[in-house]
Protein backbone atom coordinates (compact mmCIF):
# COMPACT_ATOMS: atom_id res chain seq x y z
CA UNK A 1 0.00 0.00 0.00
CA UNK A 2 1.24 3.20 -0.79
CA UNK A 3 1.97 5.53 2.20
CA UNK A 4 0.78 9.03 2.72
CA UNK A 5 4.09 10.66 1.28
CA UNK A 6 3.88 8.07 -1.73
CA UNK A 7 0.49 8.90 -3.46
CA UNK A 8 0.11 11.35 -5.78
CA UNK A 9 -0.45 14.98 -4.20
CA UNK A 10 -2.50 18.21 -5.21
CA UNK A 11 -0.37 20.98 -5.80
CA UNK A 12 -1.62 22.39 -2.01
CA UNK A 13 -0.41 19.34 -0.62
CA UNK A 14 2.94 19.44 -2.26
CA UNK A 15 3.43 23.16 -1.00
CA UNK A 16 1.73 22.66 2.32
CA UNK A 17 4.51 19.89 2.69
CA UNK A 18 7.18 21.18 0.94
CA UNK A 19 7.10 25.17 2.63
CA UNK A 20 4.41 25.06 5.58
CA UNK A 21 6.12 25.30 9.36
CA UNK A 22 2.61 24.08 11.30
CA UNK A 23 2.18 25.67 15.05
CA UNK A 24 2.71 23.40 17.88
CA UNK A 25 3.17 20.62 15.51
CA UNK A 26 5.81 17.90 15.21
CA UNK A 27 6.71 18.19 11.49
CA UNK A 28 7.75 14.31 11.39
CA UNK A 29 5.12 13.44 12.77
CA UNK A 30 2.78 15.50 10.49
CA UNK A 31 4.31 14.59 7.58
CA UNK A 32 3.97 10.78 8.08
CA UNK A 33 0.19 11.46 8.68
CA UNK A 34 -2.67 11.41 5.63
CA UNK A 35 -2.93 15.14 4.51
CA UNK A 36 -6.38 17.23 5.43
CA UNK A 37 -6.49 20.36 3.36
CA UNK A 38 -9.84 22.55 4.55
CA UNK A 39 -11.83 23.91 1.38
CA UNK A 40 -14.95 25.50 2.56
CA UNK A 41 -17.11 25.64 5.68
CA UNK A 42 -20.39 26.49 6.61
CA UNK A 43 -22.25 25.97 10.05
CA UNK A 44 -20.65 24.06 12.43
CA UNK A 45 -19.11 21.63 9.39
CA UNK A 46 -16.00 22.15 7.25
CA UNK A 47 -14.90 20.57 3.90
CA UNK A 48 -12.05 19.53 2.54
CA UNK A 49 -10.61 19.09 -1.06
CA UNK A 50 -11.67 15.57 -1.42
CA UNK A 51 -15.20 16.56 -0.41
CA UNK A 52 -15.19 14.65 2.92
CA UNK A 53 -17.24 16.89 5.20
CA UNK A 54 -16.21 17.61 9.52
CA UNK A 55 -17.80 18.48 12.50
CA UNK A 56 -15.09 21.28 13.78
CA UNK A 57 -14.88 19.51 17.34
CA UNK A 58 -12.74 22.13 18.88
CA UNK A 59 -14.44 25.32 16.80
CA UNK A 60 -11.25 26.10 15.09
CA UNK A 61 -8.92 26.55 18.06
CA UNK A 62 -11.71 27.88 20.01
CA UNK A 63 -12.65 30.47 18.26
CA UNK A 64 -15.76 30.31 16.11
CA UNK A 65 -19.56 31.25 17.45
CA UNK A 66 -22.07 31.52 14.93
CA UNK A 67 -20.74 28.87 12.24
CA UNK A 68 -18.47 29.29 9.43
CA UNK A 69 -20.04 31.51 6.50
CA UNK A 70 -22.49 32.88 8.52
CA UNK A 71 -24.91 34.88 6.57
CA UNK A 72 -24.77 38.03 8.77
CA UNK A 73 -21.11 37.90 9.34
CA UNK A 74 -20.81 37.92 5.66
CA UNK A 75 -22.89 40.51 4.95
CA UNK A 76 -21.00 43.12 7.81
CA UNK A 77 -17.76 41.77 6.41
CA UNK A 78 -18.26 42.76 2.68
CA UNK A 79 -20.54 45.94 4.16
CA UNK A 80 -17.16 46.96 5.27
CA UNK A 81 -15.20 46.01 2.38
CA UNK A 82 -16.65 47.88 0.34
CA UNK A 83 -15.80 51.02 2.38
CA UNK A 84 -12.24 50.31 3.54
CA UNK A 85 -10.22 47.34 4.63
CA UNK A 86 -7.85 48.87 6.71
CA UNK A 87 -6.97 52.26 8.06
CA UNK A 88 -4.14 52.75 11.08
CA UNK A 89 -5.75 53.98 14.06
CA UNK A 90 -2.33 55.33 15.56
CA UNK A 91 -4.10 59.49 15.27
CA UNK A 92 -7.06 58.20 13.24
CA UNK A 93 -9.90 56.59 13.96
CA UNK A 94 -12.58 54.82 12.23
CA UNK A 95 -16.54 53.67 12.66
CA UNK A 96 -16.29 50.03 13.38
CA UNK A 97 -13.36 50.43 15.87
CA UNK A 98 -15.55 52.96 17.68
CA UNK A 99 -18.48 51.27 17.45
CA UNK A 100 -16.92 48.34 18.97
CA UNK A 101 -15.32 49.32 21.40
CA UNK A 102 -18.56 51.42 22.87
CA UNK A 103 -20.12 48.16 22.78
CA UNK A 104 -17.39 46.04 24.54
CA UNK A 105 -17.85 48.38 27.14
CA UNK A 106 -21.82 48.42 27.40
CA UNK A 107 -21.30 44.41 27.56
CA UNK A 108 -18.30 44.56 30.69
CA UNK A 109 -19.02 45.43 34.02
CA UNK A 110 -19.52 48.78 34.77
CA UNK A 111 -16.04 50.58 35.41
CA UNK A 112 -14.70 49.59 31.80
CA UNK A 113 -14.43 51.97 29.91
CA UNK A 114 -11.75 51.83 27.57
CA UNK A 115 -10.45 49.72 24.64
CA UNK A 116 -7.41 49.08 23.37
CA UNK A 117 -7.23 46.75 20.41
CA UNK A 118 -4.23 44.36 19.20
CA UNK A 119 -4.29 41.16 16.79
CA UNK A 120 -4.82 38.41 19.27
CA UNK A 121 -4.68 37.07 23.02
CA UNK A 122 -0.97 36.99 23.60
CA UNK A 123 -0.89 40.64 22.23
CA UNK A 124 -4.20 41.38 24.41
CA UNK A 125 -2.46 40.12 27.74
CA UNK A 126 1.04 41.55 26.51
CA UNK A 127 -0.99 45.08 26.42
CA UNK A 128 -2.69 44.52 29.69
CA UNK A 129 0.66 43.28 31.58
CA UNK A 130 2.72 46.55 30.08
CA UNK A 131 -0.33 48.49 30.98
CA UNK A 132 -0.02 48.02 34.75
CA UNK A 133 3.77 48.16 34.83
CA UNK A 134 3.49 51.20 33.47
CA UNK A 135 0.44 52.54 35.75
CA UNK A 136 2.68 51.65 38.48
CA UNK A 137 5.75 53.49 37.65
CA UNK A 138 3.47 56.62 36.92
CA UNK A 139 2.05 56.12 39.99
CA UNK A 140 5.00 56.66 41.77
CA UNK A 141 5.25 53.22 43.09
CA UNK A 142 7.99 51.69 39.96
CA UNK A 143 8.94 48.90 42.95
CA UNK A 144 5.68 47.14 42.44
CA UNK A 145 6.68 44.90 39.16
CA UNK A 146 6.03 41.27 40.07
CA UNK A 147 3.18 39.06 38.85
CA UNK A 148 1.47 36.46 40.30
CA UNK A 149 -0.40 33.74 38.09
CA UNK A 150 -2.39 30.83 38.93
CA UNK A 151 -0.68 27.35 38.48
CA UNK A 152 -1.06 25.50 34.86
CA UNK A 153 -1.53 29.03 33.24
CA UNK A 154 -1.28 29.33 29.73
CA UNK A 155 -1.59 33.06 28.49
CA UNK A 156 -0.13 32.93 24.57
CA UNK A 157 3.66 32.64 23.31
CA UNK A 158 5.50 35.97 23.06
CA UNK A 159 7.75 36.43 25.88
CA UNK A 160 5.49 38.07 28.65
CA UNK A 161 2.81 35.61 28.43
CA UNK A 162 5.43 32.68 28.77
CA UNK A 163 6.28 34.73 31.46
CA UNK A 164 3.45 34.83 33.37
CA UNK A 165 2.41 31.15 32.30
CA UNK A 166 3.05 27.86 33.78
CA UNK A 167 2.92 25.76 30.81
CA UNK A 168 5.65 23.65 31.73
CA UNK A 169 6.23 21.40 28.12
CA UNK A 170 5.26 24.65 25.72
CA UNK A 171 7.38 26.95 27.32
CA UNK A 172 10.32 25.55 29.32
CA UNK A 173 12.59 25.89 26.87
CA UNK A 174 12.48 29.83 26.36
CA UNK A 175 12.64 30.01 30.63
CA UNK A 176 15.65 31.87 30.42
CA UNK A 177 14.57 34.82 28.43
CA UNK A 178 11.89 35.50 30.40
CA UNK A 179 11.29 37.56 33.34
CA UNK A 180 10.21 36.20 36.64
CA UNK A 181 6.84 35.51 38.18
CA UNK A 182 5.13 33.68 41.00
CA UNK A 183 2.14 30.86 41.02
CA UNK A 184 -0.11 29.68 43.45
CA UNK A 185 -1.69 26.79 43.63
CA UNK A 186 -4.72 26.05 41.95
CA UNK A 187 -7.79 24.87 43.11
CA UNK A 188 -9.90 21.37 42.86
CA UNK A 189 -13.11 21.13 40.94
CA UNK A 190 -14.62 18.45 38.67
CA UNK A 191 -18.07 20.11 37.15
CA UNK A 192 -19.70 18.24 34.29
CA UNK A 193 -23.69 18.57 32.85
CA UNK A 194 -24.47 21.22 35.08
CA UNK A 195 -23.36 19.88 38.66
CA UNK A 196 -20.19 20.29 40.78
CA UNK A 197 -18.88 17.17 41.64
CA UNK A 198 -15.76 18.16 43.72
CA UNK A 199 -14.95 21.91 44.84
CA UNK A 200 -11.92 22.95 46.91
CA UNK A 201 -10.49 26.18 47.03
CA UNK A 202 -9.24 26.70 50.47
CA UNK A 203 -5.88 25.68 50.03
CA UNK A 204 -5.35 27.65 47.03
CA UNK A 205 -6.87 30.98 48.72
CA UNK A 206 -5.12 30.28 51.48
CA UNK A 207 -2.05 30.34 49.66
CA UNK A 208 -2.73 33.17 47.43
CA UNK A 209 -3.48 35.79 50.61
CA UNK A 210 -0.15 34.33 52.44
CA UNK A 211 1.61 35.63 48.98
CA UNK A 212 -0.04 38.92 48.82
CA UNK A 213 0.75 39.06 52.40
CA UNK A 214 4.09 39.31 51.76
CA UNK A 215 4.86 40.27 47.94
CA UNK A 216 2.05 43.08 47.52
CA UNK A 217 4.13 46.11 47.91
CA UNK A 218 6.46 44.78 45.05
CA UNK A 219 3.56 42.97 42.86
CA UNK A 220 1.79 45.02 39.75
CA UNK A 221 -1.05 42.73 39.15
CA UNK A 222 -1.92 38.93 39.10
CA UNK A 223 -3.24 37.17 35.63
CA UNK A 224 -5.94 34.96 36.23
CA UNK A 225 -7.83 32.78 33.35
CA UNK A 226 -11.16 32.82 35.58
CA UNK A 227 -13.45 29.58 35.87
CA UNK A 228 -11.60 27.37 33.06
CA UNK A 229 -7.72 27.07 32.10
CA UNK A 230 -9.05 25.92 28.71
CA UNK A 231 -4.73 25.34 27.37
CA UNK A 232 -4.07 23.38 30.98
CA UNK A 233 -7.02 20.77 30.20
CA UNK A 234 -10.02 22.89 30.70
CA UNK A 235 -9.11 22.67 34.48
CA UNK A 236 -11.73 24.24 36.41
CA UNK A 237 -12.17 26.64 39.51
CA UNK A 238 -15.22 26.94 41.88
CA UNK A 239 -17.94 29.10 41.63
CA UNK A 240 -16.89 32.03 43.63
CA UNK A 241 -13.23 31.37 43.23
CA UNK A 242 -13.16 34.35 40.87
CA UNK A 243 -14.50 36.41 43.26
CA UNK A 244 -12.55 35.82 46.41
CA UNK A 245 -9.30 36.16 44.35
CA UNK A 246 -10.43 39.69 42.77
CA UNK A 247 -11.45 40.76 46.79
CA UNK A 248 -7.68 39.65 47.72
CA UNK A 249 -6.45 41.64 44.81
CA UNK A 250 -8.21 44.58 45.69
CA UNK A 251 -7.23 44.14 49.36
CA UNK A 252 -3.61 44.31 48.58
CA UNK A 253 -3.94 46.73 46.15
CA UNK A 254 -2.97 44.38 43.31
CA UNK A 255 -4.15 44.89 39.71
CA UNK A 256 -6.27 41.85 38.63
CA UNK A 257 -6.16 40.75 34.78
CA UNK A 258 -8.69 38.39 33.35
CA UNK A 259 -7.33 36.69 30.93
CA UNK A 260 -11.26 36.22 28.86
CA UNK A 261 -9.36 35.21 25.86
CA UNK A 262 -10.86 31.90 25.56
CA UNK A 263 -13.64 31.87 28.49
CA UNK A 264 -15.71 35.27 27.05
CA UNK A 265 -17.96 35.50 24.31
CA UNK A 266 -20.48 33.09 25.22
CA UNK A 267 -17.57 30.07 25.50
CA UNK A 268 -19.05 29.46 29.42
CA UNK A 269 -22.54 30.99 28.62
CA UNK A 270 -22.17 34.31 29.59
CA UNK A 271 -20.45 36.94 27.56
CA UNK A 272 -18.04 37.27 30.36
CA UNK A 273 -17.06 35.64 32.68
CA UNK A 274 -16.51 38.44 35.48
CA UNK A 275 -19.68 40.05 35.39
CA UNK A 276 -21.26 36.48 35.68
CA UNK A 277 -19.10 36.14 39.24
CA UNK A 278 -19.73 39.93 39.91
CA UNK A 279 -16.53 41.30 39.25
CA UNK A 280 -14.57 44.68 37.26
CA UNK A 281 -11.01 43.24 36.71
CA UNK A 282 -8.51 46.31 36.08
CA UNK A 283 -8.07 44.31 32.60
CA UNK A 284 -9.76 42.05 30.71
CA UNK A 285 -8.62 40.43 27.45
CA UNK A 286 -10.42 39.37 24.91
CA UNK A 287 -9.57 37.61 21.81
CA UNK A 288 -10.78 34.26 20.43
CA UNK A 289 -14.60 34.43 19.66
CA UNK A 290 -14.42 37.80 19.68
CA UNK A 291 -14.65 37.72 16.13
CA UNK A 292 -16.69 34.81 16.02
CA UNK A 293 -13.87 33.48 14.45
CA UNK A 294 -13.44 35.33 11.32
CA UNK A 295 -10.73 37.35 11.75
CA UNK A 296 -7.78 38.18 14.42
CA UNK A 297 -8.89 40.63 16.73
CA UNK A 298 -8.58 41.25 20.46
CA UNK A 299 -8.89 43.71 22.83
CA UNK A 300 -7.87 45.11 26.27
CA UNK A 301 -10.22 46.63 28.20
CA UNK A 302 -9.78 48.65 31.37
CA UNK A 303 -10.93 51.38 34.01
CA UNK A 304 -10.52 55.39 33.16
CA UNK A 305 -8.44 55.99 36.05
CA UNK A 306 -6.16 53.35 34.63
CA UNK A 307 -6.04 55.53 31.45
CA UNK A 308 -6.06 58.71 32.97
CA UNK A 309 -2.79 58.34 35.04
CA UNK A 310 -1.12 58.05 31.13
CA UNK A 311 -2.35 61.59 30.50
CA UNK A 312 0.49 64.48 30.25
CA UNK A 313 2.19 66.90 28.13
CA UNK A 314 4.15 65.20 25.36
CA UNK A 315 6.97 65.68 26.60
CA UNK A 316 6.33 64.07 30.00
CA UNK A 317 6.90 60.09 28.29
CA UNK A 318 3.38 59.20 29.74
CA UNK A 319 2.37 57.47 26.49
CA UNK A 320 1.33 54.30 25.90
CA UNK A 321 4.01 53.20 23.58
CA UNK A 322 2.70 49.96 22.14
CA UNK A 323 0.94 49.28 18.90
CA UNK A 324 0.54 46.86 16.03
CA UNK A 325 0.50 47.71 12.35
CA UNK A 326 -3.36 46.50 11.94
CA UNK A 327 -4.53 47.54 15.35
CA UNK A 328 -8.16 47.88 15.56
CA UNK A 329 -8.47 46.30 11.83
CA UNK A 330 -11.86 47.82 10.45
CA UNK A 331 -12.46 44.38 8.86
CA UNK A 332 -12.18 42.74 12.09
CA UNK A 333 -13.86 45.16 13.84
CA UNK A 334 -17.02 45.18 11.74
CA UNK A 335 -17.54 41.54 11.72
CA UNK A 336 -16.96 41.67 15.68
CA UNK A 337 -20.00 44.27 15.89
CA UNK A 338 -21.48 42.00 13.34
CA UNK A 339 -21.00 38.66 15.72
CA UNK A 340 -21.28 40.38 19.23
CA UNK A 341 -24.85 41.85 18.44
CA UNK A 342 -25.78 38.81 16.93
CA UNK A 343 -25.19 36.59 20.05
CA UNK A 344 -26.27 38.96 22.59
CA UNK A 345 -29.55 38.04 22.37
CA UNK A 346 -28.95 34.29 21.94
CA UNK A 347 -27.42 34.54 25.41
CA UNK A 348 -29.93 36.75 27.12
CA UNK A 349 -32.87 34.58 25.81
CA UNK A 350 -31.19 31.37 27.21
CA UNK A 351 -30.56 29.68 23.75
CA UNK A 352 -26.93 29.07 24.90
CA UNK A 353 -27.37 27.85 28.18
CA UNK A 354 -30.05 24.86 26.34
CA UNK A 355 -27.52 24.25 24.12
CA UNK A 356 -24.71 23.56 26.93
CA UNK A 357 -27.29 21.58 28.95
CA UNK A 358 -27.95 19.37 26.15
CA UNK A 359 -24.08 19.36 25.63
CA UNK A 360 -23.27 18.28 29.33
CA UNK A 361 -26.29 15.70 29.28
CA UNK A 362 -24.77 14.21 25.95
CA UNK A 363 -21.16 14.18 27.21
CA UNK A 364 -22.40 12.75 30.44
CA UNK A 365 -24.66 9.78 28.48
CA UNK A 366 -21.51 8.81 26.77
CA UNK A 367 -18.53 9.03 29.07
CA UNK A 368 -19.51 8.88 32.70
CA UNK A 369 -17.71 5.50 33.82
CA UNK A 370 -16.74 4.50 30.40
CA UNK A 371 -13.74 2.70 30.78
CA UNK A 372 -11.34 4.66 28.94
CA UNK A 373 -12.22 7.88 30.67
CA UNK A 374 -10.20 8.88 33.76
CA UNK A 375 -11.99 11.97 34.44
CA UNK A 376 -14.50 13.87 32.29
CA UNK A 377 -15.11 18.07 32.79
CA UNK A 378 -17.52 20.14 31.24
CA UNK A 379 -18.31 23.92 31.89
CA UNK A 380 -20.56 25.72 29.13
CA UNK A 381 -19.47 24.59 25.87
CA UNK A 382 -15.65 23.27 26.38
CA UNK A 383 -14.94 20.05 27.86
CA UNK A 384 -12.32 17.59 28.49
CA UNK A 385 -12.13 13.62 28.21
CA UNK A 386 -8.84 12.48 30.34
CA UNK A 387 -8.25 8.96 28.81
CA UNK A 388 -6.66 6.18 30.34
CA UNK A 389 -6.29 2.31 29.48
CA UNK A 390 -9.26 0.26 30.61
CA UNK A 391 -8.20 -0.62 34.92
CA UNK A 392 -6.02 2.37 35.08
CA UNK A 393 -2.63 2.83 34.31
CA UNK A 394 -1.09 5.36 30.94
CA UNK A 395 0.51 4.71 27.69
CA UNK A 396 3.87 5.70 27.20
CA UNK A 397 4.17 9.76 25.41
CA UNK A 398 4.95 8.33 22.08
CA UNK A 399 2.03 5.95 21.41
CA UNK A 400 0.25 9.17 20.70
CA UNK A 401 -2.73 7.69 22.31
CA UNK A 402 -4.81 11.27 22.03
CA UNK A 403 -3.56 11.85 18.32
CA UNK A 404 -4.48 8.08 17.36
CA UNK A 405 -8.29 8.53 18.72
CA UNK A 406 -8.46 12.32 16.50
CA UNK A 407 -7.07 10.82 13.62
CA UNK A 408 -9.84 8.23 13.78
CA UNK A 409 -12.30 10.30 14.55
CA UNK A 410 -11.43 12.04 11.20
CA UNK A 411 -12.89 8.78 9.59
CA UNK A 412 -15.68 9.69 11.42
CA UNK A 413 -16.29 13.03 10.42
CA UNK A 414 -15.13 14.67 13.05
CA UNK A 415 -12.10 17.04 13.58
CA UNK A 416 -10.43 17.23 16.99
CA UNK A 417 -7.10 17.94 18.56
CA UNK A 418 -5.90 16.34 21.62
CA UNK A 419 -3.69 17.69 24.64
CA UNK A 420 -1.50 14.93 25.44
CA UNK A 421 -3.67 11.67 26.20
CA UNK A 422 -6.45 14.15 26.73
CA UNK A 423 -9.61 15.23 24.44
CA UNK A 424 -10.55 18.61 24.38
CA UNK A 425 -13.87 19.10 22.69
CA UNK A 426 -15.02 23.05 22.44
CA UNK A 427 -18.01 23.11 19.33
CA UNK A 428 -18.93 26.13 17.91
CA UNK A 429 -21.84 28.14 19.43
CA UNK A 430 -23.85 27.60 17.16
CA UNK A 431 -24.41 23.72 17.10
CA UNK A 432 -27.83 22.02 17.26
CA UNK A 433 -28.94 19.65 19.79
CA UNK A 434 -28.50 16.68 16.94
CA UNK A 435 -25.23 18.26 16.08
CA UNK A 436 -23.66 18.57 19.91
CA UNK A 437 -24.94 14.59 19.96
CA UNK A 438 -23.47 13.87 16.68
CA UNK A 439 -19.83 15.28 17.98
CA UNK A 440 -20.25 13.25 21.32
CA UNK A 441 -21.11 10.28 19.39
CA UNK A 442 -18.23 9.94 16.91
CA UNK A 443 -15.51 10.84 19.61
CA UNK A 444 -17.21 8.25 21.41
CA UNK A 445 -16.72 5.76 18.20
CA UNK A 446 -13.21 7.08 17.93
CA UNK A 447 -11.87 6.53 21.53
CA UNK A 448 -14.20 2.54 21.24
CA UNK A 449 -11.68 2.15 18.07
CA UNK A 450 -8.42 2.74 18.99
CA UNK A 451 -7.73 2.55 22.61
CA UNK A 452 -8.89 -1.30 23.41
CA UNK A 453 -5.73 -2.08 20.68
CA UNK A 454 -3.10 -0.21 22.77
CA UNK A 455 -0.76 -1.84 24.61
CA UNK A 456 -0.51 0.28 28.24
CA UNK A 457 3.31 0.91 30.38
CA UNK A 458 3.37 -1.87 32.38
C1 LIG B 1 -6.55 31.92 28.01
C2 LIG B 1 -5.71 32.23 26.81
N1 LIG B 1 -5.01 33.36 26.78
C3 LIG B 1 -4.25 33.70 25.73
C4 LIG B 1 -4.15 32.86 24.64
C5 LIG B 1 -3.29 33.26 23.48
O1 LIG B 1 -4.10 33.63 22.42
P1 LIG B 1 -3.47 33.69 20.93
O2 LIG B 1 -3.20 32.28 20.54
O3 LIG B 1 -4.57 34.31 20.13
O4 LIG B 1 -2.25 34.52 21.01
C6 LIG B 1 -4.88 31.67 24.62
C7 LIG B 1 -4.80 30.76 23.48
O5 LIG B 1 -5.23 29.63 23.51
C8 LIG B 1 -5.67 31.33 25.75
O6 LIG B 1 -6.36 30.19 25.80
Known amino acids: ?79 QLAKVAHATLLGLAHEPGAELAALLCELAPIGLNRVFYTDNGSGAVEVALKQSFQYWQLAGRPEKRGVIGLEGA ?159 SFSSGRAFFHGHTFTGNPLAAAVALANLRKLRPLIEEGFIAERIAVFGRELARAFAGHPHVRELRQRGLAAALDLQPDGGGSWSADQRAGLQVCQRARDHGLLLRPLGDSLLLVPPLCLSHDELRELVDRTLRAIDDVLPGLTPLS
Not at 20 to 49: I, K, N
Open 1 to 79: MASPVDSPVSPAVAADRRHVWHPFTQMREYLALPPLVVASGRGGWLTDTEGNTYLDGNASIWTNVHGHNDPDLNAALQA
Open 154 to 312: YHGDTFGTMAVGDSGGFHERFRPWCFESTHFPAPVCNEFAGRVHAADDAASLDALARLLESEAAQTACLILEPSVQGAAGMRQQPPGFTRAVAELCRAHDVHLILDEVFVGCGRLGPMFVCAEEGVTPDFLCLAKGLTGGYLPLAATLTRDEIHDAFLG
